[in-house]
């Protein structure tokens, strides 16, 4: 799990909002995450099946991505991926810094997708039948 506060650096459009290629961001480096914890290697994410923006993100948000390996096979990691927004700002203007605890988390984007390390990449869980 990765959290992180969104600032207004990562907006792209108006009224301060979020570009979704931001997410994608966020699922690439939890994808990185999962592979060095089950190969020992950060490996390569070969392609999304699925990527859904559910709800907007603005700057000052705090996210949480989180990822599963939902099948291993020889080379190939199939994961699935979430993100849920977890404080939001209030965006009144009369209190620039008031925020609030998002309860239960937000859904806002979700997606799947497979990586690859290759055999010779692969340092932990090396499987017995090769």
Known sequence: MLRVRLSSADAHYAGNLVDGARMMQL???????????????????????????????????YVEATGRIVHSGRTSRRMEFQVHKVVTSLGDPAQPSAACVVAPPQLVAEASGTCVVPLEKQRLNKREDG
């Open 27 to 61: 699922f690439g480096d939890v994808a990185t995450e999962l592979l060095i914890r089950h190969d020992g290697d950060e490996g390569l994410f070969c392609a999304y099946d699925r990527v859904t923006f559910l709800a907007p993100v603005y700057g000052g948000d």
